[in-house]
T-cell receptor, first 110, second 112 residues
Framework: QKEVEQDPGPLSVPEGAIVSLNCTYS??????FMWYRQYSRKGPELLMY????GNKEDGRFTAQVDKSSKYISLFIRDSQPSDSATYLCATGNAGNMLTFGGGTRLMVKP | DAGITQSPRYKITETGRQVTLMCHQT?????MFWYRQDLGHGLRLIYY???????DKGEVPDGYVVSRSKTENFPLTLESATRSQTSVYFC???????????FGNGTRLTVT
């Protein structure tokens, strides 16, 4: 079993939809939770950074961490075609020592 | 421009050849990392460095060599390339253990 599991998709939604992306992880000691966005032929870019549990909101994006169920979520409101990318969740014991999920490919259709 | 740059962007080499991938960052970050990204495996850590002259193995270090004589550079060498090392390689940097990773745009390596 992988330490961080993520549905690879692809997930296809119409423009304006609310998108829910999810990951599960196995190590209960992990305290740092990240979401990275990766466009085709580009490097991952940090989208959301959370320490410990709870919610974090940034514009149209909300990250949630449920440590009791080892579940990480990213919600995108009013999705746009420019949100089409692969979304990587990552978690670890330090902000820079992360285990990554395999990524979920999201396609937002106009 | 400030940031993290990788070179070359694309590289084709033959089995058994030595190849070096370059990574340069302008933030003076202490930490630097090399990952490979493959379908079905996601991002896997090859090597990392906490400071100049300090390196450590990650999850998949076999067949790779790194060095870090200067803070800003972290080259990755494949001593004798194999087809299984065909992948996209990403370099990343981080200011400290609590800071997130910042990635370069990758080197797409094909070993024939």
């Amino acid at each position: 079993q992988k330490e961080v599991e993520q549905d690879p998709g692809p997930l296809s939604v119409p423009e304006g939809a609310i998108v829910s992306l999810n990951c599960t992880y196995s190590n209960s000691a992990f305290q740092y939770f990240m979401w990275y966005r990766q466009y085709s032929r580009k490097g991952p870019e940090l989208l959301m950074y959370t320490y410990s549990s709870g919610n974090k909101e940034d514009g149209r994006f909300t990250a949630q961490v449920d440590k009791s169920s080892k579940y990480i979520s990213l919600f995108i409101r009013d999705s746009q075609p420019s949100d089409s990318a692969t979304y990587l969740c990552a978690t670890g014991n330090a902000g820079n020592m992360l285990t990554f999920g395999g990524g979920t490919r999201l396609m937002v259709k106009p | 421009d400030a940031g993290i740059t990788q070179s070359p962007r694309y590289k084709i080499t033959e089995t058994g050849r030595q190849v070096t991938l370059m990574c340069h960052q302008t933030w003076s970050h202490s930490y630097m990392f090399w990952y490979r990204q493959d379908l079905g495996h996601g991002l896997r850590l090859i090597y990392y460095s906490a400071a100049a002259d300090i390196t450590d193995k990650g999850e998949v270090p076999d067949g790779y060599v790194v060095s870090r004589s200067k803070t800003e550079n972290f080259p990755l060498t494949l001593e004798s390339a194999t087809r299984s090392q065909t992948s996209v390689y990403f370099c990343a940097s981080s200011g400290d253990r609590n800071s997130p990773l910042h990635f370069g745009n990758g080197t797409r390596l094909t070993v024939t």
